[in-house]
């Protein structure tokens, strides 16, 4: 994983590099920098976590919450898959949960992530791609806007599609549809009142959604920023053997993580007789 990271990030510097001298970012807006979450982890940072988010839930969806409640009530981890390292995928990575850093170039906006796959939103005009594999941060269009009429971009809108499961919108699990349908529509602005605060408009359209949900994240730049490696499967001591999932302890031993669970099965292994 390390190496996989490490190579995608010097390919992204090197075009980046390349193509630099040949370009006039005066129209673009200054996004430089990092940016941290100005709340806490759950989705809508204007209501509560779990329930209190009051999402637009199907029915359907809403009886797989709240039986993904029930399980993070009894130790377990409900419908949500990031314990095992899987990453956020869209939307819920621009919940930056973690750092993030957006570099930004006429043809593509770069958003890279601590603790995640990069994005890129192409801005070069392109239409759908006619078969492209699905990835958790799916496959981004946007364009620039600029809405003063100043001459200078002011906004970045895109669309996603084409995303990979399984996701959720937060740690309580609230759901995304396991048909990976989802359409994401963004508008990424600065603050007007303080440059040091960016804002995400996310609307996310999925069919465990009654209706469309529009979510505003913001984020502040930090200055001086500190970058660290942060790999989520490094000391992750979880772990899931066919559909139970299981903890190492500190002592290298597996331990339930529930009331009454029974152990796995040993039948490939030799069992000692008393």
Same mark, same amino acid.
């Given at each position: 994983?390390?190496?996989?990271?490490?190579?995608?990030?010097?390919?992204?510097?090197?075009?980046?590099?390349?193509?630099?001298?040949?370009?006039?970012?005066?129209?673009?807006?200054?996004?430089?920098?990092?940016?941290?979450?100005?709340?806490?982890?759950?989705?809508?940072?204007?209501?509560?976590?779990?329930?209190?988010?009051?999402?637009?839930?199907?029915?359907?969806?809403?009886?797989?919450?709240?039986?993904?409640?029930?399980?993070?009530?009894?130790?377990?981890?409900?419908?949500?898959?990031?314990?095992?390292?899987?990453?956020?995928?869209?939307?819920?990575?621009?919940?930056?949960?973690?750092?993030?850093?957006?570099?930004?170039?006429?043809?593509?906006?770069?958003?890279?992530?601590?603790?995640?796959?990069?994005?890129?939103? $192409?801005?070069?005009?392109?239409?759908?791609?006619?078969?492209?594999?699905?990835?958790?941060?799916?496959?981004?269009?946007?364009?620039?806007?600029?809405?003063?009429?100043?001459?200078?971009?002011?906004?970045?809108?895109?669309?996603?599609?084409?995303?990979?499961?399984?996701?959720? $919108?937060?740690?309580?699990?609230?759901?995304?549809?396991?048909?990976?349908?989802?359409?994401?529509?963004?508008?990424?602005?600065?603050?007007?009142?303080?440059?040091?605060?960016?804002?995400?408009?996310?609307?996310?359209?999925?069919?465990?959604?009654?209706?469309?949900?529009?979510?505003?994240?913001?984020?502040?730049?930090?200055?001086?920023?500190?970058?660290?490696?942060?790999?989520?499967?490094?000391?992750?001591?979880?772990?899931?053997?066919?559909?139970?999932?299981?903890?190492?302890?500190?002592?290298?031993?597996?331990?339930?993580?529930?009331?009454?669970?029974?152990?796995?099965?040993?039948?490939? $292994?030799?069992?000692?007789?008393?």
């Amino acid at each position: 994983m390390h190496h996989r990271t490490f190579t995608v990030t010097i390919a992204l510097v090197a075009l980046i590099a390349t193509s630099a001298p040949a370009q006039d970012l005066s129209k673009y807006p200054d996004w430089s920098g990092q940016w941290r979450r100005t709340g806490g982890v759950h989705w809508d940072l204007s209501k509560p976590p779990g329930r209190g988010q009051q999402a637009p839930l199907t029915p359907e969806y809403q009886a797989i919450f709240e039986a993904g409640l029930a399980a993070q009530a009894k130790g377990e981890q409900g419908n949500d898959a990031r314990y095992r390292c899987l990453p956020q995928g869209m939307p819920r990575v621009m919940s930056v949960l973690f750092a993030m850093e957006i570099i930004i170039t006429p043809p593509t906006a770069f958003l890279l992530f601590e603790n995640h796959y990069p994005r890129r939103v $192409f801005t070069d005009g392109r239409d759908w791609p006619r078969q492209h594999e699905s990835a958790f941060v799916g496959y981004s269009i946007g364009k620039w806007v600029d809405e003063d009429g100043d001459g200078r971009y002011d906004v970045l809108e895109a669309e996603t599609r084409n995303i990979k499961g399984p996701r959720t $919108f937060e740690p309580s699990g609230l759901p995304l549809h396991k048909d990976n349908a989802t359409v994401v529509k963004e508008r990424i602005f600065l603050d007007q009142a303080d440059k040091d605060v960016l804002h995400d408009e996310v609307t996310t359209i999925d069919n465990a959604l009654a209706r469309p949900w529009t979510v505003r994240q913001s984020y502040r730049r930090v200055p001086d920023p500190i970058w660290v490696d942060n790999t989520c499967t490094e000391d992750n001591h979880h772990v899931i053997i066919g559909k139970e999932h299981y903890f190492l302890s500190g002592d290298g031993l597996l331990m339930p993580v529930r009331k009454n669970q029974p152990p796995p099965d040993l039948k490939y $292994f030799n069992q000692v007789r008393k």
